[in-house]
């Protein structure tokens, strides 16, 4: 088992940046690809980014590209997502995600952590 936790939500003006991490712990060696989703009130959860160990390759939604930025360290089971020109539509719940393969489904999820954007 994996369990994953969120922090670095909060509340920021439009235009502005926050800077959210994820650790993971437990059988973090199995882990090859940790992202980052998000689920705004009355919507879908929505994918927004990954990053995948192995070759380090990331994945961007549209919306987040040339915005946000992930990053991690596979030896410390961590990945952060930084957040810049943030818009009132980034409001949501950002959940973090990691899975054991790339062709599975994300089976491990954090309680995630709110990110309110004022206009």
């Known amino acids: 088992q994996v369990a994953l936790v969120e922090s670095g939500g909060g509340l920021v003006q439009a235009g502005g940046s926050l800077r959210l991490s994820c650790v993971a712990s437990?059988?973090?060696?199995?882990?090859?690809?940790m992202a980052w989703f998000r689920q705004a009130p009355g919507k879908e959860r929505e994918f927004v980014a990954a990053?995948?160990?192995?070759?380090?390759?990331?994945e961007y939604i549209d919306s987040a590209k040339g915005r946000f930025t992930i990053s991690g360290d596979p030896l410390k089971a961590t990945v952060t997502l930084q957040m810049n020109s943030l818009k009132p539509e980034d409001t949501a719940v950002y959940y973090c995600?990691?899975?054991?393969?790339?062709?599975?489904?994300?089976?491990?999820w954090g309680r995630g952590t709110q990110v309110t954007v004022s206009s």
């Open positions: 995600a990691a899975k054991g393969s790339i062709a599975s489904l994300y089976n491990y």
């Open positions: 990053l995948t160990w192995s070759g380090r390759a990331t």
């Open positions: 437990g059988r973090t060696f199995g882990i090859a690809t």
